[in-house]
T-cell receptor, first 117, second 110 residues
Framework: GAVVSQHPSWVICKSGTSVKIECRSLDFQATTMFWYRQFPKQSLMLMATSNEGSKATYEQGVEKDKFLINHASLTLSTLTVTSAHPEDSSFYIC?????????????FGDGTRLSIL | DAKTTQPPSMDCAEGRAANLPCNHSTISGNEYVYWYRQIHSQGPQYIIHGLKNNETNEMASLIITEDRKSSTLILPHATLRDTAVYYCIGSAHYGQNFVFGPGTRLSVLP
């Protein structure tokens, strides 16, 4: 079964709308989760590292005021795309990293396809 | 993360073994080799990982060279559902995020 659950799987909204994407770790408590973005025919690009109880770490070129990340619990991280525009349309994927000492690989959600009209 | 190099695409006949190579000549001693695959419009799916020894699970086998500079993922009996992009990633077991390269697009042909 799924180890990481991502919701919604698909969303279409108007330009200027804010969209929230949830990522839940179902199998373990994840102090660290990651958010990736994938454009068509390209590979996954890391956007930010989400740390439970502290601020997210953003990759260079990713606007932190545009992509708000909240990791309020050990099993839930959310990504909010604020005032979304058509260029924000993409496939957003989260992953959860197992805690230290638990020798499991990083697990990924099934992604959220975001289309901004 | 270690830089990895993979062929951009490969074909394999259904029922035959698919051997996907990966070069990771700069991998450091504490970095594992991970393999994931991504089927169209889905998130990456974990396949297997290893450090030094060869590994096998229900999905695949991982052969790592003795100098750890390269590895091969083996799908013993490829099916049409194995058509996907396969990513090889070198990463420490804890502390590093994954850096995805372009991967290898495997097409399993009937």
């Amino acid at each position: 079964g799924a180890v990481v659950s991502q919701h919604p799987s698909w969303v279409i909204c108007k330009s200027g709308t804010s969209v929230k994407i949830e990522c839940r770790s179902l199998d373990f408590q994840a102090t660290t989760m990651f958010w990736y973005r994938q454009f068509p025919k390209q590979s996954l690009m890391l956007m930010a590292t989400s740390n439970e109880g502290s601020k997210a770490t953003y990759e260079q070129g990713v606007e932190k005021d545009k992509f708000l990340i909240n990791h309020a619990s050990l099993t839930l991280s959310t990504l909010t795309v604020t005032s979304a525009h058509p260029e924000d349309s993409s496939f957003y994927i989260c992953s959860a990293r197992p805690p230290r000492g638990r020798y499991q690989p990083q697990h990924f959600g099934d992604g959220t396809r975001l289309s901004i009209l | 993360d270690a830089k990895t190099t993979q062929p951009p695409s490969m074909d394999c006949a259904e029922g035959r073994a698919a051997n996907l190579p990966c070069n990771h000549s700069t991998i450091s001693g504490n970095e594992y080799v991970y393999w994931y695959r991504q089927i169209h419009s889905q998130g990456p799916q974990y396949i297997i990982h290893g450090l030094k020894n060869n590994e096998t699970n229900e999905m695949a086998s991982l052969i790592i060279t003795e100098d750890r500079k390269s590895s091969t993922l083996i799908l013993p009996h490829a099916t049409l559902r194995d058509t996907a992009v396969y990513y090889c990633i070198g990463s420490a077991h804890y502390g590093q995020n994954f850096v995805f390269g372009p991967g290898t697009r495997l097409s399993v042909l009937p």
